[in-house]
Protein backbone atom coordinates (compact mmCIF):
# COMPACT_ATOMS: atom_id res chain seq x y z
CA UNK A 1 0.00 0.00 0.00
CA UNK A 2 0.87 3.62 -0.99
CA UNK A 3 0.25 6.86 0.99
CA UNK A 4 0.22 10.46 -0.26
CA UNK A 5 1.13 12.79 2.61
CA UNK A 6 0.96 16.65 2.14
CA UNK A 7 1.88 19.54 4.27
CA UNK A 8 2.56 22.92 4.32
CA UNK A 9 -1.44 24.57 3.35
CA UNK A 10 -2.98 27.52 5.66
CA UNK A 11 -3.71 30.80 5.73
CA UNK A 12 -1.88 33.54 3.75
CA UNK A 13 -1.87 36.80 2.84
CA UNK A 14 -2.27 38.18 -0.68
CA UNK A 15 1.50 38.73 -1.72
CA UNK A 16 2.71 36.45 0.11
CA UNK A 17 4.34 32.45 -0.08
CA UNK A 18 3.81 29.32 0.73
CA UNK A 19 5.41 25.67 0.38
CA UNK A 20 3.54 22.83 0.16
CA UNK A 21 4.90 19.01 0.72
CA UNK A 22 3.84 15.53 -0.63
CA UNK A 23 5.65 12.60 1.10
CA UNK A 24 5.07 9.10 -0.71
CA UNK A 25 5.58 6.03 1.59
CA UNK A 26 4.96 2.68 1.56
CA UNK A 27 5.48 -0.22 -0.85
CA UNK A 28 7.01 1.56 -3.55
CA UNK A 29 9.44 0.74 -6.03
CA UNK A 30 9.82 3.97 -8.47
CA UNK A 31 8.07 6.93 -9.11
CA UNK A 32 7.64 8.39 -12.91
CA UNK A 33 6.02 11.90 -12.84
CA UNK A 34 4.50 14.01 -9.55
CA UNK A 35 2.37 16.32 -9.72
CA UNK A 36 0.17 19.29 -7.95
CA UNK A 37 -3.54 19.75 -8.86
CA UNK A 38 -5.90 22.50 -7.45
CA UNK A 39 -9.57 22.30 -7.09
CA UNK A 40 -11.60 25.98 -6.19
CA UNK A 41 -14.75 25.59 -4.54
CA UNK A 42 -17.54 25.12 -7.32
CA UNK A 43 -14.45 24.80 -9.94
CA UNK A 44 -13.17 21.41 -11.40
CA UNK A 45 -9.71 20.00 -10.23
CA UNK A 46 -7.10 21.65 -12.47
CA UNK A 47 -3.54 20.98 -13.18
CA UNK A 48 -1.29 23.01 -11.23
CA UNK A 49 2.53 21.60 -12.50
CA UNK A 50 4.12 18.23 -12.34
CA UNK A 51 7.49 16.69 -12.39
CA UNK A 52 9.06 13.86 -13.85
CA UNK A 53 11.70 11.39 -12.47
CA UNK A 54 14.44 13.41 -14.02
CA UNK A 55 13.48 17.43 -12.82
CA UNK A 56 11.92 18.32 -16.20
CA UNK A 57 8.72 20.24 -14.85
CA UNK A 58 5.41 21.36 -16.74
CA UNK A 59 3.11 23.97 -15.47
CA UNK A 60 -0.21 25.61 -16.30
CA UNK A 61 -0.12 28.45 -18.06
CA UNK A 62 -1.55 30.48 -15.19
CA UNK A 63 1.05 29.62 -13.13
CA UNK A 64 3.99 29.62 -14.62
CA UNK A 65 6.64 32.30 -12.86
CA UNK A 66 4.60 32.27 -10.04
CA UNK A 67 5.00 28.53 -8.77
CA UNK A 68 8.19 26.45 -8.97
CA UNK A 69 7.69 22.24 -8.10
CA UNK A 70 10.54 20.49 -7.36
CA UNK A 71 11.39 16.89 -5.79
CA UNK A 72 14.01 14.92 -3.43
CA UNK A 73 13.99 11.60 -5.30
CA UNK A 74 15.44 10.64 -2.26
CA UNK A 75 12.76 11.18 0.00
CA UNK A 76 10.04 10.63 -2.56
CA UNK A 77 8.65 13.75 -2.11
CA UNK A 78 7.62 16.84 -4.28
CA UNK A 79 7.66 20.39 -3.31
CA UNK A 80 5.57 22.91 -4.71
CA UNK A 81 6.43 26.38 -3.94
CA UNK A 82 4.19 29.32 -4.52
CA UNK A 83 4.51 32.80 -4.43
CA UNK A 84 3.27 36.24 -5.04
CA UNK A 85 -0.25 34.49 -4.25
CA UNK A 86 -3.26 35.91 -5.06
CA UNK A 87 -6.93 35.25 -3.90
CA UNK A 88 -7.74 33.79 -6.80
CA UNK A 89 -4.91 30.99 -5.57
CA UNK A 90 -7.29 29.94 -2.86
CA UNK A 91 -7.92 26.03 -3.78
CA UNK A 92 -7.84 22.61 -1.87
CA UNK A 93 -4.54 21.43 -3.30
CA UNK A 94 -3.63 17.70 -4.28
CA UNK A 95 -0.39 15.77 -5.26
CA UNK A 96 -0.26 12.50 -7.36
CA UNK A 97 2.08 10.40 -7.94
CA UNK A 98 2.28 7.85 -10.93
CA UNK A 99 4.36 4.84 -9.78
CA UNK A 100 5.26 1.43 -9.64
CA UNK A 101 4.64 -0.88 -6.35
CA UNK A 102 7.35 -3.24 -5.26
CA UNK A 103 4.98 -5.46 -6.72
CA UNK A 104 5.34 -4.00 -10.07
CA UNK A 105 1.43 -3.24 -10.38
CA UNK A 106 2.20 1.26 -12.09
CA UNK A 107 -0.53 3.04 -10.00
CA UNK A 108 -2.10 6.22 -9.79
CA UNK A 109 -1.98 8.05 -6.46
CA UNK A 110 -3.49 10.99 -4.87
CA UNK A 111 -2.79 13.07 -1.70
CA UNK A 112 -6.00 13.95 0.61
CA UNK A 113 -5.24 17.46 -0.47
CA UNK A 114 -4.54 20.57 1.52
CA UNK A 115 -6.26 23.89 2.11
CA UNK A 116 -4.58 27.10 0.89
CA UNK A 117 -6.63 29.77 1.36
CA UNK A 118 -5.27 33.33 0.07
CA UNK A 119 -7.13 36.50 2.35
CA UNK A 120 -6.26 39.67 4.06
Known amino acids: QVQLVESGGGLVQPGGSLRLSCAAS????????MGWYRQAPGELRELVGS???????NYADSVKGQYTISRDNAKNTVYLQMSYLKPEDTAVYYC??????????????WGQGTQVTVSS
Open 96 to 109: NADLTEANGRMVYY
Open 26 to 33: GSIFSINA
Open 51 to 57: ITSGGTT
